[in-house]
């Protein structure tokens, strides 16, 4: 199980950014998929998940209605679109999905939103 995240960069407030994650060793359809990330100086937090086998979304209270995730099944990735960011959006974001009681994470992604 690999997880790979790529897209992050520096944005404005009030910008967009859109993060993927691709999976291999496993299809991204029949798993929960979750992105958190790690501002400075902070612990890691929940941002979104989507669930496998169905499309049951969830949202932290911070990101909901500006974050939005989705699943390719085709390409085996998860995007999160990112809008209306804030300065507060900073941070490393991480992709996450579990099997069989084990966590898998990737590699962090850096986004940076400064004016």
């Known amino acids: 199980v690999q997880l790979a995240e790529s897209g992050g960069g520096l944005v404005q407030p009030g910008g967009s950014l859109r993060l993927s994650c691709a999976a291999s060793?496993?299809?991204?359809?029949?798993?929960?998929m979750s992105w958190y990330r790690q501002a400075p100086g902070k612990g890691r937090e929940f941002v979104a998940q989507?669930?496998?086998?169905?499309?049951?979304?969830n949202y932290a209270d911070s990101v909901q209605g500006r974050f939005d995730i989705s699943r390719d099944n085709a390409k085996n990735t998860v995007s999160l679109q990112m809008n209306d960011m804030k300065f507060e959006d900073t941070g490393v974001y991480y992709c996450?999905?579990?099997?069989?009681?084990?966590?898998?994470w990737g590699q962090g992604t850096q986004v940076t939103v400064s004016s």
């Open positions: 989507i669930a496998g086998f169905g499309s049951i979304i």
């Open positions: 996450k999905t579990r099997r069989a009681g084990t966590e898998y």
């Open positions: 060793g496993f299809p991204v359809s029949s798993y929960y």
